[in-house]
């Protein structure tokens, strides 16, 4: 975790610094969408195809300013007991034993009995409970990942959250954030999330970092490969995105063929090498079949080409 920032940034630049003090090399239009979301305290909707670095965003962000990174992976039935709170049974029930071994329970009415046994001490916080009860320190970074996996109810029921950050347990009372988290949702898009959800946002779409701004974040996040390599790395797969994968390789999956090159001591792409890393950035047999049938060796070339 980074140094706890005591003041708001003041511009999109030192955004751009920040995050970039935390690895990640953010372009003048993401920079300016999180800078935005701070100053106005609004939610951040990311979309954009897998890999290009919408959750590394909210990682960094939690990074610089020095807050507590709280992440909710969303999928398909998630629910109020994985996101918000559940009650910790097997607590409950040892402590309702206890109270009748030592004649506690003897002692207590049953309302008395059953608001103890159903207070705070039992409540687990899961992640959207937990973001907005944090009181100490910097406000929390609340990553809401992939909500495009999610159902419509649980997107309505966000949306209800996000609307007042406030979240009522019946057995509890209300909690209410103090200051409110910073909020990232991330969407690939494999559905359209709702306009009412779009409508309590700011919104950015991630595209793929252009070709020197990857060089860059492979070299930043892979320093033990060499310049020229990262280069022909990044040529290599611009390349691939052109094929009508069925998977096109992000940065992340850049990222890590460029370290697993580095883990084979590869000095520069060759079509062996090539041949034998590409599982760490083509994740599909059908694009390893593709990429095989355009040519590694004209790829190859190609990156060589663009690397000089």
Not at 207 to 236: G, K, M
């Amino acid at each position: 975790m980074g140094s706890v920032r005591s003041t708001e940034p003041t511009s999109v630049s030192e955004v751009a610094e920040g995050l970039g003090e935390a690895d990640y090399l953010a372009d003048e239009g993401l920079a300016t969408a999180v800078f935005l979301a701070m100053k106005l305290a609004r939610p951040l909707l990311l979309e954009g195809e897998p890999g290009v670095g919408k959750t590394e965003t909210a990682r960094a962000l939690a990074t610089w300013t020095g807050a507590e990174l709280i992440r909710l992976q969303c999928y398909e039935g998630i629910d109020v007991a994985q996101a918000v709170y559940e009650w910790d049974y097997s607590r409950q029930l040892l402590h309702l034993r206890t109270a009748e071994a030592t004649g506690a329970a003897t002692l207590q009415t049953d309302g008395a009995l059953e608001d103890e046994m159903y207070s705070e001490r039992f409540l687990i916080k899961r992640p959207l409970l937990e973001a907005i009860s944090a009181t100490q320190g910097p406000p929390p970074v609340l990553l809401i990942d992939e909500v495009d996996r999610a159902d419509d109810e649980f997107e309505a029921f966000l949306l209800e959250i996000l609307s007042d950050y406030a979240i009522t347990v019946p057995e509890v009372g209300r909690f209410v954030a103090t200051t409110p988290p910073r909020v990232i949702i991330t969407s690939n898009r494999t559905r359209d999330v709702h306009d009412a959800l779009k409508r309590r946002c700011l919104y950015h779409w991630v595209e793929h970092p252009d070709f020197e701004r990857e060089v860059s974040i492979i070299c930043r996040r892979a320093p033990q490969v060499s310049e020229r390599l990262a280069t022909q790395v990044a040529a290599a797969v611009a390349a691939f995105r052109e094929l009508g994968l069925y998977k096109p390789p992000g940065v992340a999956e850049s990222i890590d063929w460029s370290l697993a090159l580095g883990r084979l001591g590869a000095a520069e792409l060759n079509p062996e090498i090539t041949q034998a890393s590409l599982g760490a950035v083509l994740k599909y047999r059908e694009d390893q079949q593709r990429v095989a049938d355009h040519g590694i060796d004209m790829l190859i070339q190609q990156a060589t080409a663009r690397a000089v």
